[in-house]
């Protein structure tokens, strides 16, 4: 069983960076690919980053390429989302989830969230 818990959100302007972090408790964390998630009022969830258990590979969806990035520290059992030049489409919650497989988008972990909120 692995636990997580996200911290790092908050209200911030366009154009402001915030950087998120998901610890995770357990020994099994570096075998774990790492993804970031995020849901938007009134729409689905959506993939945003994965990394993979090494930290080698990384991928990012569409709208964050170029301004996020995605990190991991294996000895802290943490990941990371650095995120710059915050958009108000941006505002959501912030969920990290584990997966057996890089990119499988099997999920198997899943943190409680944390809020961001960009305002314009």
């Known amino acids: 069983q692995v636990q997580l818990v996200e911290s790092g959100g908050g209200l911030v302007q366009a154009g402001d960076s915030l950087r998120l972090s998901c610890t995770a408790s357990?020994?099994?964390?570096?075998?774990?690919?790492m993804n970031w998630l995020r849901q938007a009022p009134g729409k689905e969830r959506e993939f945003v980053a994965s990394?993979?258990?090494?930290?080698?590979?990384?991928m990012y969806a569409t709208s964050v390429k170029g301004r996020f990035a995605i990190s991991r520290d294996n000895a802290k059992n943490t990941v990371y989302l650095q995120m710059n030049s915050l958009k108000p489409e941006d505002t959501a919650v912030y969920y990290c989830?584990?997966?057996?497989?890089?990119?499988?988008?099997?999920?198997?972990?899943w943190g409680q969230g944390t809020q961001v909120t960009v305002s314009s």
């Open positions: 989830a584990a997966a057996q497989k890089y990119l499988s988008g099997d999920y198997i972990y």
């Open positions: 990394i993979s258990s090494g930290g080698v590979a990384s």
């Open positions: 357990g020994r099994t964390f570096s075998s774990y690919a």
